[in-house]
Structures are given as structure tokens and as C-alpha cells.
């Protein structure tokens, strides 16, 4: 498999070190708020390539991390802490917000057929951990103290900045525009391992260390926990492309300090969902949530075919009328499926492979999901027996995770008449919905959509009209 590699900028052979192992891992969120749709294209796309990994026959372990406390690499940091922001925001504990949060992540994970990592692992169950590797970079000499905190000293490095298509004097944290000095730095690109003093002092959570009580910078956690659970060799490292620096580069130059020898071969980032006004995020104030889409009647599986239909190296803009065209694509990709639940007939086994090799050929290269996205309709059209199509697509999907079979079987059911039928209130609201919008009156169709929604209905607006089904 050809897959793009941000360290040799080049799409590389992927080759695990261990014949028929993979070992993975992914920067899990920081749980101070609900994920946005741009966060979960990351997780959307990484699921994928896990799920392919699996599909060619390799033993896949991954791990990922819930960054539950903090979100700082340095004093210098703009903003604030995450967390504590979110506890204060809610007034709620730390750890309550981060339960909160984690939960509500894999919730939407799940409704968009996410699958959970092998191992997940809160930051504040490592802390020892962390604590014996800044002990040992400190004694190799990769680290100081000063003012307080103990900074990872990158003038050690023979190469620090490893992603190189990055010039130095934008990146070096503390010249960036709006950003402080940490006048505590020998080196700008130096960053925290361990605060004990730090303009964010009123943190709830803090642990004993050498170095006095205090707490871990953010980029160790990922280090550490890789490292804790997948060894001294990592096979692929996964992330959002904003992660590449520093939070990627600071973890290569501690846990290659740390072990002495290279860490990770391979670097695998998903470029931004982006909206009319820029990157989606957190800090802007304006994120689109799984459950927002959900409540302005989205099945979230349509968002994940939205994504799959595009590149993951390409950034990818969000809008409503996008994600309506993709709405429309997957409710007729599953009215296409239907006819072919009964899977009937002999499966050729010549053109089974050739059906199957568009859909590898395409993932092969460099994760082309979009191209396999067109392997499941090239199978639809194809000339073979409905059990072969039936069977090509379940397998594509066990890939994909469309829940294309589910949708059509629901489908099937609904046009049999099995399906529930619509109350008579329900149909009135309906009535009264397509008058507010005939005269162009949104907020009352909206408002409107949500009476429907609190009586357990979700509106849906296709190509052919609006539908209504049950929640
Ligand atoms: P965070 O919870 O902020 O640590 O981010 C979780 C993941 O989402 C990281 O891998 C980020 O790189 C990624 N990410 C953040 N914003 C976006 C975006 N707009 N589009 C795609 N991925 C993103
Ligand atoms: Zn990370």
C-alpha cells in the first residue's frame, strides 16, 4: 500500500517493522467540550485506515489518548487552559468535565461508526509515567529546569524541525503574533515537560513530582503513552495536520532523546474541514456538532460518506448544501442496495476479484477513499449476480462503514409497510412546515422541525422531497 508520509513528504511503501503487525497510534481529543465535525473527519478518516490495515490481513493494534488535563506546551501559550476553561465555563470539577466530554465523544464516534481504539488512555492515569521519562531526558541531558518547570532543551537536537516544509521563524513558539515569551526558554522552540509554576496556577489537578507538585505539559502524554502501550517502535502515528507542529515534533524529539534511537517511521495527517470563514474550531466560538447536524435531521452516517468522498490530503469545505448533495447520493446508493438483499445467485469468481481490485487498488493508493467510494457503484452496475454484489459491497463496507446493508434493510422495511406509520399530529406539523417555507419563513420552519423532533421525529430534506422517520 502506497500511503503519503509527512516525514519523507513522499507517498511511501507502508511498511510495518513486524511482518503482518501494525502498531498505531492516534492523538485522541482534549475532552473539554463536545468534538466538532472537524475533529471527527480526523477520527473519521484514521478509522478508515485502520479498518484497511485489517481488511489486508494485519494484526492491528492501536491506542489513543484523552488529553484530560491540560493543553499546554509552554507559559507562553495563548488563551487559556483548555480544561480548566471548560470547568469554568460549566462550573463544574475538571474531572467531571472530562468525563462528561470523553463520554460524549465516543457517543458521536459511534453514530458514526467509529470504531473505539484497542487501548484508550487518559493522560491522568500516567502521570508516573511522564515522570520517569522527564527524570531520564533531565539525566541524558535533553532537559532543564528553570523558573520552576522543567523545558525540553531542542538546541540538543542534531534536527528538530523533522516536518521541514515549515520555516523556522513562523513556527518557533514565542514569535508567533500574539504569543508571549516564556522568558524561562534558553531556546524558542524549548517546551514544557512538568509546570510547577505557571500563569495558569489554579489548576484543580496536581501530582508530586521531583521537581515539586505541578502537572505534565501536553505533548509528553502522547510520548509516554505511545510508548507505555506500542514499545520502542512505532509503525504509524496519526493526527490532524495541525498537530504536525509543534505537538508532533515535540513528541518525536522527546521520544527520540528518550529511546536513543528513531521512534516512528511513518506520519500520517488529515488536512481541515474548513468553513466559509476558515478552519473549524473550537476557539472561534462557531463548531458544528454531531448532534447539530442530527437535530436539523442529518443521519451522521451521511457526514462520514460526505468525508469519504473527498481526499484526506485535501481540505475540505463544509456546507449545508454540500452535505444535501451528500444526503441525496446516500439515500439513492441505499435504494440501489435494496433490490439486492435477497442476494441471489452464483458468484463468479473472476469478476468478484477484478469488482474487489478497483476498491483495493483504489485504497492502496494513498487511501483513495473517494475512488472507493465509485469501487461500490461500479459494483451496482456491474454484470454479475445479485450475491456477488451483495457480498462485494458488505465486504467494501466492513472498510467504509456506510451501514449501507443496515440502511437498505430499513429502507426494504419501511416500503413493505412494516414500517410505523406516521400520527396524524406529526403529519399536520409536517403540513404546517411546508406552508412556513413556501412562504420563506425559516425560523418558524425550524421552529417548527423541533416540535417534531421533541415528539420523537427527525425531519430529513432529500432530493425527492421531505421525509420523516422516527428517532
Ligand atoms: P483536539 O481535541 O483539539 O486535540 O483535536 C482532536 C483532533 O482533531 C486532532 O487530531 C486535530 O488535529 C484534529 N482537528 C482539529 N481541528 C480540525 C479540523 N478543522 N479539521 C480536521 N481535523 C481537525
Ligand atoms: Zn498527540
New binding site residues.
Given amino acids: 500500500m502506497k500511503l503519503y508520509n509527512t516525514l519523507t513528504r513522499t507517498k511511501d511503501d507502508f511498511k510495518p517493522r513486524f511482518e503482518g503487525k501494525v502498531s498505531m497510534y492516534t492523538?485522541g481529543?482534549?475532552v473539554y467540550h463536545y468534538?466538532h465535525i472537524?475533529?471527527l473527519?480526523?477520527y473519521i478518516m484514521e478509522d478508515v485506515l485502520e479498518k484497511y490495515f485489517r481488511f489486508t490481513g494485519y494484526d492491528v493494534k492501536r491506542v489513543m489518548n484523552i488529553?484530560d488535563v491540560g493543553h499546554l506546551s509552554s507559559d507562553g501559550d495563548t488563551g487559556d487552559d483548555k480544561m480548566l476553561k471548560g470547568a469554568k465555563r460549566e462550573h463544574k470539577s475538571v474531572m467531571e468535565i472530562a468525563e462528561f466530554y470523553t463520554k460524549a465523544f465516543f457517543e458521536d464516534c459511534k453514530k458514526l461508526n467509529i470504531k473505539t481504539p484497542d487501548v484508550v488512555e487518559p493522560a491522568t492515569s500516567c502521570i508516573d509515567e511522564f515522570i520517569r521519562v522527564i527524570s531520564s531526558l533531565i539525566e541524558k541531558g535533553y532537559a532543564y529546569e528553570a523558573g520552576g518547570n522543567i523545558y525540553f532543551d531542542t538546541s540538543k537536537l542534531k534536527k528538530y524541525y523533522v516536518f521541514n516544509d515549515f520555516k523556522e521563524e513562523d513556527l518557533a513558539v514565542g514569535v508567533r503574533e500574539g504569543v508571549e515569551e516564556d522568558s524561562n526558554k534558553r531556546n524558542k522552540a524549548d517546551f514544557v515537560l512538568w509546570f510547577t509554576k505557571s500563569k495558569f496556577d489554579d489548576q484543580e489537578l496536581k501530582w508530586e513530582s521531583p521537581w515539586g507538585l505541578g502537572y505534565p505539559g501536553w505533548h509528553i502524554e502522547c510520548s509516554c503513552i505511545s510508548m507505555k502501550n506500542l514499545g520502542e517502535y512505532l509503525d504509524i502515528h496519526c493526527?490532524?495536520?495541525?498537530?504536525a507542529f509543534p505537538h508532533h515534533t515535540n513528541e518525536i524529539a522527546q521520544s527520540e532523546a528518550y529511546l536513543g534511537h528513531e521512534w516512528c517511521n511513518h506520519w500520517f495527517h488529515?488536512l481541515?474541514?474548513n468553513t466559509d470563514n476558515g478552519?473549524?474550531?473550537k476557539s472561534s466560538g462557531e463548531f458544528l456538532t454531531v448532534s447539530l447536524l442530527e437535530e436539523k435531521g442529518y443521519d451522521p452516517l451521511v457526514y462520514r460518506f460526505f468525508c469519504l468522498q473527498s481526499h484526506y490530503r485535501k481540505s475540505l469545505v463544509f456546507s449545508y448544501e454540500n452535505l444535501d448533495n451528500a444526503a441525496a447520493a446516500y439515500e439513492k446508493l441505499v435504494a440501489k442496495i435494496v433490490p439486492l438483499l435477497e442476494g441471489t445467485g452464483d458468484i463468479d469468481k473472476e469478476k468478484y476479484a477484478e469488482l474487489k481490485k478497483n476498491f483495493t487498488d483504489a485504497m492502496d493508493n494513498d487511501l483513495n477513499t473517494a475512488l472507493a467510494v465509485t469501487a461500490v457503484y461500479d459494483v451496482l452496475k456491474a454484470d454479475v449476480s445479485n450475491a456477488a454484489k451483495l457480498a462485494l459491497i458488505k465486504e467494501f463496507d466492513s472498510v467504509l462503514s456506510l451501514g449501507l446493508v443496515e440502511a437498505a434493510q430499513k429502507q426494504a422495511e419501511k416500503s413493505s409497510g412494516a414500517g410505523e406509520e406516521i400520527p396524524s399530529e406529526i403529519a399536520e406539523l409536517l403540513e404546517q412546515r411546508k406552508a412556513a417555507r413556501k412562504e420563506k419563513n425559516f425560523a418558524l420552519a425550524d421552529e417548527i422541525r423541533d416540535k417534531i423532533s421533541a415528539l420523537g421525529y427527525v425531519v430529513t430534506e432529500t432530493r425527492e422531497g421531505t421525509k420523516v422517520t422516527k428517532k
Avoid: Q, W
Fill in positions: 492523538c481529543p482534549t468534538a472537524g475533529n473527519r480526523s488529553t493526527g490532524g495536520i495541525d498537530n488529515v481541515h474541514l478552519k473549524m474550531s
